[in-house]
């Protein structure tokens, strides 16, 4: 998992093309740390989704631009290019769905 730069993340969302997974989160959080361990885990067995990680205190413009409500956040953009905003984490298994979802739009799950 790639953390993203503070101040960079307008062009980290501009130079990334279709499928993104952007794992918000805040470094003194004990639920984000748990998040961060089940996206490794569900990273790991998927095939070509790569999440990046970025460090809310560091970036509000990205909280105000995707109007996110609270950490451990995923946020997903699917290859139609509309985004998806996860708050409960659940299962390594769900986790891993909303993952495998970024390469087949059409599998309901994760959604």
């Excluded at 748990?34 to 990273?43: I, S």
């Amino acid at each position: 998992m790639k953390e993203w730069a503070a101040g960079r993340w307008a062009a980290e969302l501009a130079a990334r093309e279709g499928p993104l997974a952007l794992f918000v989160h805040t470094p003194l959080c004990g639920t984000c740390a748990v998040a961060r361990r089940m996206l490794e885990v569900a990273e790991a067995s998927s095939d070509g989704v790569e999440v990046q990680a970025a460090n809310l205190n560091l970036m509000p413009g990205l909280a105000e631009q995707f109007r996110i409500e609270s950490v451990p956040c995923l946020l997903t953009r699917l290859p139609d290019g509309t985004w998806r905003k996860r708050y409960r984490f659940g299962t390594v298994m769900e986790v891993a769905a909303s993952l495998d979802a970024l390469l087949a739009p059409d599998d309901a799950q994760g959604r």
